[in-house]
C-alpha cells in the first residue's frame, strides 16, 4: 500500500515521525508493505519549490492510495496572501482529494477525564464520532461575495439530495461499527436547507433499520454536547454546523493533540491529525503524538482493510495512558511520569507490537 507522507511544518514532522513507527512494525510483522513516499507540503514545500503544493507533491498523493498529513502553517509566511501561505496547499489538496466525509472521534480516555474542562461524572464515557459534510453547504456554495462599495456582502447555503444521501450513507455505516445510533444535526425550524437535509436523512435511514436516527437542532445539540456528551454516538452534520461542533467535542477530550480524524468517500482518503502545526512548542520535543498515531488507526481501518490491527492499535494508546505516561498538554497537575514525544511514540509502539505479538501466538496455536 503507497502512502504519501506530507509531514508539513512545526510539529507536523515531529509527530510523524512517531506515526511512521507504526507503519514499519506492521511491515515487520506482516507480508504486506507499507511504502511511504515524503513529500513537502506548506512552508517546508514553499521553502524548496515556492508553491505551498508543488506539483509533483499532488502527483505523488493521487497516485497513492492514501494521504498523511502532519500540519501545516509557519509563522514566516503570515505575511502571504492567503492563496500563497502555507494553509492553502492544504485546502488545494483537500479540493482535489475530493473526500466529502469528514470523521472527527473524540473520545474521553477514563485516564485522561480529569484533563478535560467539564467535571470527571461528565467527560468520562463521551465517544463521539462528528461526521461533517465538508465539500457543501456556507463554505462553497455561489453566490457569495461582497456587495458594491462593500456595504454588504452575502454568502449562500445550498445542498442537493445527492450531497446530502452521500453522506447519511456513511453516517448509518459508521453508526453501524459503533453504538448504532445516528444524531442528525440541523436547523430545520428556520432553514430550508436544514428541511431538505432532514427529509433526505430521514429516508436514507430506512435503508439501516437497526440503526436509531433522531433528529436534533444545532442549537441544543451544542448544550447536550457539554451537558451529557455521552448520549451520542455519531453526529451527522451539514459543513458549518461540524466545523463548530467538531472544536466543541475536541475539548472535551482534553487535549487538541489527542485526535486524529480522516476525510473519506474521494477515492485517495486523506488522513491527518486535528491540530495545527503549534509554533509555540515547535522543536522542543513535547508535542504529543498520539493524535498522529490515532490518525495511522483509522486509516488501518478505512483504507488498509485492517480493523484487528486498527483496534490494537487504540488499545495500545489507552493502555500507555492507563499506565501513567503523559505528554506535557495531557500532564495535569500530577504528572506521574511526563514523557516527551519520542518516548510516546515508543511506549505505543511497544504496546502495538505486544499486541501483534499475542495476535500471532493465538493464531500459531
Ligand atoms: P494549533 O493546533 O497549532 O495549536 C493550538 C494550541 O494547542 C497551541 O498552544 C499548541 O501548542 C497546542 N497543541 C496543538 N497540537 C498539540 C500537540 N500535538 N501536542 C501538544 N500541544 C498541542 O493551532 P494554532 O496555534 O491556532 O495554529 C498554528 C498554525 O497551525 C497556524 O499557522 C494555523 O493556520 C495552522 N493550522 C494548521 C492546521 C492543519 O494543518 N490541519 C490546523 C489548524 C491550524
Redesign the pocket.
Known amino acids: 500500500m503507497r502512502i504519501t507522507l506530507l509531514p508539513?511544518d512545526?510539529?507536523g514532522p515531529e509527530?510523524c515521525r512517531e506515526a511512521v513507527r507504526i507503519f514499519h512494525a506492521l511491515n515487520s510483522f506482516y507480508n504486506c508493505k507499507f511504502e511511504i513516499i515524503e513529500k513537502p507540503v506548506g512552508g517546508a514545500a514553499i521553502r524548496v519549490a515556492g508553491s505551498p503544493l508543488p506539483e509533483n507533491t499532488l502527483e505523488a498523493c493521487l497516485q497513492s492510495e492514501a494521504v498523511f498529513?502532519g500540519?501545516?502553517?509557519?509563522p514566516e509566511f503570515d505575511h502571504l496572501d492567503r492563496g500563497q501561505k502555507?494553509?492553502a496547499g492544504?485546502l488545494r489538496l483537500r479540493a482535489e482529494l475530493r473526500g466529502f466525509a469528514n470523521l472527527r472521534p473524540a473520545a474521553c480516555f477514563p485516564a485522561l477525564a480529569d484533563c478535560s474542562p467539564l467535571r470527571r461524572s461528565r467527560a468520562e464515557g463521551a465517544d463521539v464520532l462528528i461526521l461533517r459534510e465538508l465539500l457543501g453547504g456556507l463554505y462553497f456554495s455561489e453566490p457569495r461575495g461582497f456587495g458594491e462599495n462593500q456595504e454588504y456582502a452575502c454568502n449562500t447555503m445550498r445542498y442537493s439530495v445527492e450531497e446530502i444521501e452521500r453522506i447519511a450513507h456513511v453516517g448509518f455505516q459508521q453508526a453501524r461499527m459503533r453504538r448504532k445510533k445516528v444524531t442528525s444535526v440541523d436547523k430545520a425550524n428556520v432553514l430550508e436547507t436544514s428541511q431538505l437535509w432532514r427529509r433526505v436523512v430521514t429516508s436514507v435511514s430506512r435503508f439501516y433499520p437497526d440503526v436509531k436516527l433522531e433528529h436534533m437542532y444545532v442549537d441544543a445539540c451544542a448544550m447536550h454536547l457539554v451537558t451529557n456528551p455521552s448520549r451520542f454516538d455519531v453526529i451527522l452534520t451539514e459543513n458549518l454546523f461540524g466545523d463548530i461542533l467538531s472544536d466543541e467535542a475536541a475539548a472535551i477530550t482534553g487535549?487538541?493533540?489527542m485526535l486524529g480524524s480522516a476525510t473519506i468517500g474521494g477515492g485517495i482518503n486523506l488522513y491527518?491529525?486535528v491540530?495545527?502545526?503549534?509554533?509555540?512548542?515547535a522543536g522542543k520535543g513535547?508535542?504529543?503524538?498520539l493524535?498522529a498515531i490515532a490518525s495511522v488507526a483509522m486509516l488501518l481501518r478505512h483504507s488498509a482493510q485492517m480493523p484487528h490491527e486498527a483496534n490494537d492499535l487504540e488499545d495500545a494508546i489507552e493502555n500507555v495512558l492507563d499506565a501513567g505516561h503523559r505528554?506535557?498538554?495531557i500532564a495535569g497537575e500530577h504528572p506521574q511520569h511526563v514523557t516527551s514525544t519520542r518516548e510516546m511514540g515508543e511506549l505505543v509502539e511497544c504496546a502495538f507490537v505486544d499486541r501483534l505479538d499475542r495476535r500471532f501466538a493465538y493464531h500459531a496455536v
Open positions: 508539513g512545526g510539529i509527530v498529513l500540519a501545516v502553517g509557519a502555507p494553509e492544504l487535549s487538541l493533540g491527518e491529525p491540530h495545527g502545526s503549534a509554533p509555540d512548542i513535547i508535542a504529543n503524538p493524535g505528554t506535557a498538554d
